[in-house]
Every structure is written in C-alpha cells, then in structure tokens.
C-alpha cells in the first residue's frame, strides 16, 4: 500500500520559515518523482515545487514562491521535504506531497493528506 505522510505544518508569522516533510512508503522511492502542492480555500490545487527522480533529481518552482522554497529529497529516509521561507499570508494553504512514476508537476498518481500552513502577521 503506497501512503505519503505529511507533516511539519502549523501556524507562522509573516516572513518566518517552515520546513515540511513527507514520509513514503509502498513503492520504489528513488524511482518516482515527487512534488509538493497546496490548496487555499476556494481555490484549487496547483503545483509548489517538484523534483524528478533520482537519475537527475531536476527541479521546478512556481513563480510566486521561486527563491523562497527548496524542495529536496532524502532517498536513504524515503522522504521529500519542502524548506520555505520568507513566508505571506498568500502563502497560507493546505500542503500535499505527491509521487509518480514519471512526473509530479502536472498531476500525480499518489497523494498524502495534507498538512495545514497558516501565515499571520
């Protein structure tokens, strides 16, 4: 069984920092592609940051948090982590790690549960 457990989230204030992690499980870890994407209320989902899997480890940002969040990942823990920065209040969102076999930048096969991530001033 394939799970993605996400955690990290919580309550921070404008320009302070939040490190996420996702923990994998049931498949290949350095096979598959990984992302991180939120979702505010009303809004739907859209893609943060992803990275490829381990043969190039490439990755892509969304323009609204390029240079403030870093996606990396940890073969060896089975784990993605999202390190950002410099946090807004449009940064407020549920967060959801995502894994596939080809690319997690466009949609993904797997989904975690989310974790919450509230930015006040």
């Known amino acids: 069984e394939v799970k993605l457990v996400e955690s990290g989230g919580g309550l921070v204030q404008v320009g302070g920092s939040l490190n996420l992690s996702c923990v994998a499980s049931?498949?290949?870890?350095?096979?598959?592609?990984l992302g991180w994407w939120r979702q505010a209320p009303g809004q739907s989902r859209t893609v943060i940051a992803c990275i490829s899997d381990s043969t190039n480890g490439l990755t892509y940002y969304a323009d609204h948090v390029k240079g403030r969040f870093t996606i990396s990942r940890q073969n060896a823990k089975n784990t993605v982590l999202l390190h950002m920065n410099s946090l807004k209040t449009e940064d407020t969102a549920e967060y959801y790690c995502?894994?596939?076999?080809?690319?997690?930048?466009?949609?993904?096969?797997?989904w975690g549960q989310g974790t919450q991530v509230t930015v006040s001033f």
């Open positions: 049931g498949f290949t870890f350095e096979d598959y592609a």
């Open positions: 995502a894994a596939d076999s080809r690319e997690a930048c466009t949609g993904a096969n797997y």
